[in-house]
């Protein structure tokens, strides 16, 4: 096969116009590990005869614009892994979506394997090794060296023997139809969601490093998380690599009064003392003056369900746990806990009234639509 670096425009042009048509395999790599709101840094494409590794930093939207074409065009096939994932980066970047996916993944668990990450799956089902683990490379270097471009396309050239393997096992097993209505579901679900900031999401770092911190501390650690926010969004850069959560511990304990206390905590690198010292120090003084959190995070209590309706709730779960075990797949498949439970608050009167519950597909309505009326008729 064929590699090829692509980070010029008329020459991504001529390869995208020699795979139209074709079932193509696609993958993205993005800088999560470096950066506090991640990118596209590298989109890797591939068919059975030849790959390339795309340089979107290069490229930019427009340069890119024939791949989106063909990724949004119901006529091509796009071969991913967990497509949800690079869907979603695809959305956040450049606002496109994929229209017909195969998702590896996805018959991993329909044909129920007895794991699906990739890795797993190309040791196991293709036989080959995986050419080293990347996952927290940093994907703006440049020039990528040769083992992480062999690692990257390795990500697109094994989903076509993965394809080869599965398309034949899902016909003969009757799961064809329903792996593409979820692979429809998903692509069609995949737009990016930005998440806001959550000032409450101190507690996770409480949690790992701040268990024996008193009122006072927690409230450093309250007032310093958010300082780190605003620190992370100025520098974008992740925390780890910027004010880990052992150094918010280690200060929310310590509360050092001036720089040459910020020095004496591990993990403060000088230029983040040097550049946002201020930044910090405010934020350690202004816990002193504001109220105490709990030594608990307070729990939003739920009003709880009626004894009916939990009584529902299980039995449809027990009945989902019990049919996913006698056909071999993992229960997500057949239905979520979300979607049970709300069935189990609301539950229809005949089928096709499960349309309303989401994600019921059109399969798992036609497939167990009257044994989820039956559990539903017998826990009333």
């Known amino acids: 096969m064929r590699i090829s670096w692509i980070d010029e425009p008329d020459e991504f042009e001529d390869f995208c116009a020699q795979i139209a048509?074709?079932?193509?395999?696609?993958?993205?790599?993005?800088?999560?590990?470096?950066?506090?709101?991640?990118?596209?840094?590298?989109?890797?494409?591939?068919?059975?005869?030849?790959?390339?590794?795309?340089?979107?930093?290069?490229?930019?939207?427009?340069?890119?614009?024939?791949l989106f074409e063909l990724l949004e065009d119901p006529k091509n096939p796009v071969l991913m892994h967990a497509g949800r994932n690079d869907i979603r980066e695809l959305n956040r970047d450049y606002h496109i979506g994929v229209s017909n996916i195969f998702d590896t993944q996805v018959a991993a668990k329909f044909l129920g394997y007895e794991r699906n990450g990739l890795t797993w799956l190309q040791k196991n089902i293709i036989g080959k090794t995986p050419p080293g683990q990347f996952q927290t490379y940093d994907w703006n270097t440049r020039p990528i060296p040769a083992p992480v471009r062999e690692y990257a396309i390795a990500d697109v050239v094994d989903l076509f023997a993965l394809r080869e393997r599965f398309l034949p096992e899902l016909e003969?097993?009757?799961?064809?139809?329903?792996?593409?209505?979820?692979?429809?579901?998903?692509?069609?679900?995949?737009?990016?969601?930005?998440?806001?900031?959550?000032?409450?999401?101190?507690?996770?770092?409480?949690?790992?490093?701040?268990?024996?911190?008193?009122?006072?501390?927690?409230?450093?650690?309250?007032?310093?998380?958010?300082?780190?926010?605003?620190?992370?969004?100025?520098e974008n850069r992740a925390?780890?690599?910027?004010?880990?959560?052992?150094?918010?511990?280690?200060?929310?304990?310590?509360?050092?009064?001036?720089?040459?206390?910020?020095?004496?905590?591990?993990?403060?690198?000088?230029?983040?003392?040097?550049?946002?010292?201020?930044?910090?120090?405010?934020?350690?003084?202004?816990?002193?003056?504001?109220?105490?959190?709990?030594?608990?995070?307070?729990?939003?209590?739920k009003p709880p369900s009626s004894l009916v309706i939990e009584a529902r709730r299980r039995a449809l779960i027990d009945w989902?746990?019990?049919?996913?075990?006698?056909?071999?797949?993992?229960?997500?498949?057949?239905?979520?806990?979300?979607?049970?439970?709300?069935?189990?608050?609301?539950?229809?009167?005949?089928?096709?009234?499960?349309?309303?519950?989401?994600?019921?597909?059109?399969?798992?309505?036609?497939?167990?639509?009257?044994?989820?009326?039956r559990v539903l008729a017998q826990n009333s």
């Open 172 to 234: 003969n097993t009757g799961w064809l139809g329903p792996f593409q209505q979820h692979c429809a579901y998903i692509a069609s679900t995949s737009d990016y969601q930005a998440s806001e900031f959550d000032p409450e999401g101190w507690w996770k770092v409480h949690a790992k490093v701040g268990s024996r911190l008193d009122a006072q501390g927690r409230a450093t650690l309250r007032e310093l998380y958010a300082a780190r926010h605003e620190i992370c969004e100025k």
């Open 239 to 301: 925390p780890v690599h910027i004010f880990p959560n052992r150094a918010l511990g280690s200060l929310a304990k310590e509360k050092p009064k001036n720089i040459a206390g910020l020095r004496k905590i591990k993990g403060l690198s000088e230029e983040l003392i040097a550049n946002y010292s201020d930044t910090i120090l405010r934020a350690i003084d202004h816990a002193r003056h504001t109220k105490l959190p709990p030594k608990k995070r307070p729990t939003e209590r």
């Open 320 to 373: 989902r746990n019990h049919t996913a075990d006698r056909l071999g797949v993992p229960g997500m498949l057949i239905a979520t806990n979300s979607t049970l439970t709300d069935i189990a608050a609301d539950p229809p009167a005949t089928i096709d009234g499960l349309d309303a519950f989401i994600p019921i597909l059109d399969w798992q309505r036609e497939m167990f639509g009257e044994e989820i009326l």
């Open 21 to 66: 048509g074709e079932v193509i395999a696609v993958d993205t790599e993005s800088d999560h590990f470096q950066a506090y709101h991640a990118k596209v840094c590298l989109i890797q494409v591939g068919t059975p005869e030849q790959g390339a590794l795309v340089d979107p930093l290069r490229l930019g939207p427009q340069g890119l614009a024939p």
